[in-house]
């Protein structure tokens, strides 16, 4: 079974340019989550998506963060303009649904961004 | 309300040695609780999970955790620690499949 996968691995932008970020989950997991993790804390949620629909996005800062799932498969995160602070590691995560849901996580390798 | 505290920030032992991380939950239903290890510059990788089956749960490269709702705890344990333990370790609780909470990690430290 394919895990989860994100590109690229490694960014580096100028502050005020824009990124984007990519998730392809596990075939088959209804659920998709953007974790921002900044060196040296926990994983911070920014979004999760039933299918294609916004389950929670209340800590995503919206003035410059957007996520997509159009088909609800696979994602977009796009941060415009990049701000120095953004520099982190922007995980995808995937879970199945349903009956069987235990709220497992399946992560990707993450993405890591580095504004200068 | 929902959360997942990990009472230490930072673990350190010598190889060889018992790993203890502790890991306290608070929840209004009966909880999925997990444990992820990350090393560095990796994702999240599931060590074990407790989903209301067995109390006591065994995971991979040695590692267990039991259940313990009187105490409202889910302690992460391994006999006898190896260097490539050495990683940040998250306690996760899931409450109706929906909502995650992240505990803020405890950093194990292996010395030779």
């Known amino acids: 079974e394919a895990g989860v996968a994100q590109s690229p691995r490694y960014k580096i932008i100028e502050k005020r340019q824009s990124v984007a970020f990519w998730c392809n989950p596990i075939?088959?997991?209804?659920?998709l989550y953007w974790y921002q993790q900044i060196l040296g804390q926990g994983p911070k949620l920014l979004i999760q998506f039933q299918n294609n629909g916004v389950v929670d996005d209340s800590q995503l800062p919206k003035d410059r963060f957007s996520a997509e799932r159009l088909k609800g498969v696979d994602s977009t995160l796009k941060i415009q303009p990049a701000k120095l602070e953004d520099s982190a590691v922007y995980l995808c995560?995937?879970?199945?649904?349903?009956?069987?849901?235990?709220?497992?996580?399946?992560f990707g390798e993450g993405s890591r961004l580095t504004v200068l | 309300a929902q959360s997942v505290t990990q009472l230490d920030s930072h673990v350190s032992v010598s190889e060889g040695t018992p790993v203890l991380l502790r890991c306290n939950y608070s929840s209004s239903y009966s909880p999925s609780l997990f444990w992820y290890v990350q090393h560095p510059n990796k994702g999240l990788q599931l060590l074990l999970k407790y989903t209301s089956a067995a109390t006591l749960v065994k995971g991979i490269n040695g590692f267990e955790a039991e259940f313990k709702k009187s105490e409202t705890s889910f302690h992460l344990t391994k006999p006898s620690a190896h260097m490539s333990d050495a990683a940040e370790y998250f306690c996760?609780?899931?409450?109706?499949?929906?909502?995650?909470?992240f505990g803020a990690g405890t950093r194990l430290f292996v010395k030779a």
């Open positions: 996760v609780g899931n409450t109706g499949g929906f909502k995650t909470i």
């Open positions: 995560a995937s879970s199945s649904s349903g009956q069987l849901n235990t709220g497992e996580l399946f």
């Open positions: 075939s088959g997991h209804a659920t």
